[in-house]
């Protein structure tokens, strides 16, 4: 459990609390309507707000922490990678439609790994998606994957590799458009009670195809 799931429960505990103190002391109010029991009342109810307030600013705390999409905390290689080029072999077009051969070295306390190849000058086109305990996948090994084949010119494609503490359902979407990197961080880093910070760390490698 993040430090962010321990606070927000701290603070669901707190707001019970605060809530039945309001009730209890509204109801002796209406019994017995002195200073004591009006002061203990408004003190519980502007504590319902304050709590209220400190849960949601929390809350935005938690959803700004996603991994930012500009850096990569461990090496990716791929011998598929030659220079700044993908071997043709891995291609949609004119190989065989090979999933690139990815090693990485791991990462404690990961459960898995996610691995995701995106091509940001086509629209975020998603052309691989597995997950994985390996650190290791050989050249053709993954079975979601659809290779390069730009309409024109050379275009960037990119492997992530995301480690992950829990399993994750990977959204379905595949040799389709994506909204990018940062949404798909985003889904990855929810884990399965809701709580930010799934995602361990990350790494990449990129590439261009074709060579011109």
């Known amino acids: 459990m993040s430090?962010?799931?321990?606070?927000?429960?701290?603070?669901?505990?707190?707001?019970?609390?605060a809530s039945g103190g309001f009730v209890f002391f509204t109801f002796k109010r209406v019994k017995s309507p002195d200073r004591v029991n009006f002061f203990a009342s408004l003190?519980?109810?502007?504590g319902i707000i304050l709590l209220f307030?400190?849960?949601?600013?929390v809350a935005i705390l938690q959803y700004n922490?996603?991994?930012?999409?500009?850096?990569y905390e461990f090496n990716v290689t791929s011998e598929d990678l030659h220079g700044n080029y993908w071997d043709v072999k891995i291609s949609h077009d004119k190989g065989e439609d090979l999933s690139p051969q990815l090693s990485w070295d791991p990462v404690e306390g990961a459960a898995c790994y996610a691995v995701y190849m995106i091509d940001p000058d086509g629209h975020?086109?998603?052309?691989m998606k597995t997950l994985t305990t390996e650190t290791t996948l050989e050249t053709g090994a993954v079975e979601d994957y659809i290779g390069p084949y730009p309409p024109s010119g050379s275009h960037r494609y990119y492997v992530y590799v995301f480690a992950l503490r829990e399993e994750k359902n990977l959204p379905k979407i595949l040799n389709a458009p994506s909204s990018g990197i940062d949404e798909i961080t985003s889904i990855l880093?929810?884990?399965s009670n809701s709580d930010i910070g799934n995602v361990i760390a990350w790494g990449g490698v990129a590439g261009m195809y074709p060579q011109e």
């Open 189 to 191: 880093n929810t884990g």
């Open 53 to 57: 307030v400190a849960h949601f600013a």
């Open 65 to 71: 922490s996603t991994p930012p999409a500009d850096y």
């Open 3 to 17: 430090i962010y799931a321990i606070i927000k429960l701290v603070i669901r505990i707190l707001l019970i609390l």
């Open 124 to 127: 975020q086109w998603i052309h």
């Open 43 to 46: 003190g519980c109810f502007i």
